[in-house]
């Protein structure tokens, strides 16, 4: 029989399936469905630094008081935070699965300390989503990697539960960062964080939002060569794969390149909560067929270590294709 049982963050999964910070995650009712349906883990929904400020700032239009801002912005900030933490201690009075705390977040100040709190209501982990685009064209890219490095190694000594960083893709140099997170105690790290892209509307001359907010399998294939290289030259650190995974096939991609779990989303809102059983199946069938016994004895089978064509990781692909 197939074991599909994991390991991520030091947390034992029955499944690879996580399901990732979303509005299925949001309630305490939700998460014990995903759990009814095999879902090896949970993110919670994630607080947002920018939601904040903003209702902090709608809030501040109609004070005449200058202090407003700041009473305000910690108000705000303080009944979110009571909200996330009530999910909680909910979710985890509920389920048997890993709850993951999720903080969304662009800057340094109180999140800290929101990270802290979190852990003492009985997250299980933490996942730091620091949400980093760029604008400053007199910022250099080691400042940029400074800050948030630095936003990392104050989460993980402020918290005794594991920390995962769920990382963009536009990094230089991916692994580095990757290594870096480890260096500063993350147990951890999601590979992606998809980020906004807006177009233009020639005709009202305005940015606008097109196409799905939701994920193509298509874009699985981002991940997998960066999943295959790290896994092998960062073996302590576990790695999720979010954005791509719709299917149980794919599932089984990101196990084979070293990925330790799998976080799905959009697939949940195309087909419904069935499909997290069904990714497991397919998995167990896999295993089954395959004659693997548990996901460790082929996590990472295909990864840049272990695979007998390393040129099939590099440039040859493109030179073999089109010259």
């Excluded at 074991?3 to 998460?31: H, M, N, Q, R």
């Excluded at 909560?273 to 089978?301: C, K, Q």
Aim: net charge negative; with cysteine; charged share 20%.
């Amino acid at each position: 029989m197939a074991d599909i049982t994991t390991t991520y963050l030091g947390l034992e999964l029955p499944g690879p399936v996580i399901v990732g910070s979303s509005p299925f995650t949001a309630d305490a009712d939700k998460i014990a469905s995903l759990a009814r349906h095999g879902a090896g883990a949970v993110v919670l929904k994630s607080i947002f630094e920018e939601q904040i400020a903003g209702e902090a700032a709608s809030l501040e239009r109609y004070s005449d008081y200058p202090e407003a801002a700041d009473y305000l912005h910690r108000y705000i900030g303080e009944n979110n935070l009571e909200r996330h933490l009530e999910l909680i201690a909910a979710a985890k009075s509920r389920v048997d699965i890993p709850v993951i705390a999720s903080i969304n977040c662009y800057s340094g100040g109180d999140w800290i300390e929101y990270a802290r709190r979190m852990a003492d209501a009985g997250a299980d982990a933490l996942e730091l989503n620091i949400y980093l685009l760029p604008t400053d064209m007199n910022l250099s890219s080691d400042a940029i990697e400074s800050g948030y490095l630095d936003t990392v190694s104050r989460v993980t000594a402020a918290v005794s539960v594991p920390v995962s960083v769920k990382l963009g893709m536009r990094f230089t140099n991916i692994g580095r960062i990757a290594m870096e997170v480890y260096y500063r105690k993350a147990r951890g790290v999601v590979m992606y964080n998809r980020f906004f892209e807006p177009d233009i509307d020639v005709d009202s001359m305005r940015l606008v939002s097109t196409g799905s907010a939701l994920s193509h399998p298509s874009e699985l294939r981002n991940a997998l060569r960066t999943v295959a290289m790290c896994s092998s030259q960062l073996p302590e650190l576990d790695i999720a794969v979010s954005t791509g995974v719709h299917s149980g096939e794919d599932a089984v991609k990101a196990l084979l390149a070293g990925a330790s779990a799998v976080q799905v989303c959009s697939t949940l809102f195309l087909h419904g909560l069935d499909v997290i059983g069904e990714i497991n199946g397919y998995l167990a069938r896999w295993m089954r067929t395959h004659t693997f016994p548990t996901v460790g004895s082929f996590r990472g089978a295909l990864s840049f270590r272990e695979y007998f064509d390393k040129n099939a990781y590099l440039r040859v692909q493109y030179m073999k294709t089109f010259m």
